[in-house]
Nanobody
Framework: QVQLVETGGASVQTGESLRLSCVVS????????????ITWFRQAPGKEREGVAG????????YYADSVKGRFTTSQEKAKSTVFLQINALTPEDTAMYYC?????????????????WGQGTQVTVSS
């Protein structure tokens, strides 16, 4: 069983930064925990949910959608089982509900269908 809880969403102005957090609870061994990839998705009103960034828990390997490279950064604090998404230079186009999701041995890291476990989301709203 895996549970994810996102926090950190807020209403901000264009150009500001936010750091989102995702606490990952895996009710099993640490070795099992480290088999997961944690990916951040976002969904804007009327649009499909898209994968934007993530991290491999065992290796710390980050991955990003081309559209966010240079502005988004993922990281983790293993001691707190928390994955972070740092978003810089926010624009109104970043306005969305942001979700973290967990999956094992995923083939398409940014593919929505690869993930079985999802958090409830945290809202990011950027005004101009």
């Amino acid at each position: 069983q895996v549970q994810l809880v996102e926090t950190g969403g807020a209403s901000v102005q264009t150009g500001e930064s936010l750091r989102l957090s995702c606490v990952v609870s895996v009710y099993s061994s640490n070795a099992y925990y480290l088999t997961f990839s944690i990916t951040w998705f976002r969904q804007a009103p009327g649009k499909e949910r898209e994968g934007v960034a993530g991290i491999e828990l065992r290796t710390d390997f980050p991955y990003y959608a081309d559209s966010v490279k240079g502005r988004f950064t993922t990281s983790q604090e293993k001691a707190k089982s928390t994955v972070f998404l740092q978003i810089n230079a926010l624009t109104p186009e970043d306005t969305a509900m942001y979700y973290c999701a967990a999956g094992r041995y995923v083939a398409d890291r940014l593919g929505r269908t690869e993930y079985n476990f999802w958090g409830q989301g945290t809202q990011v709203t950027v005004s101009s």
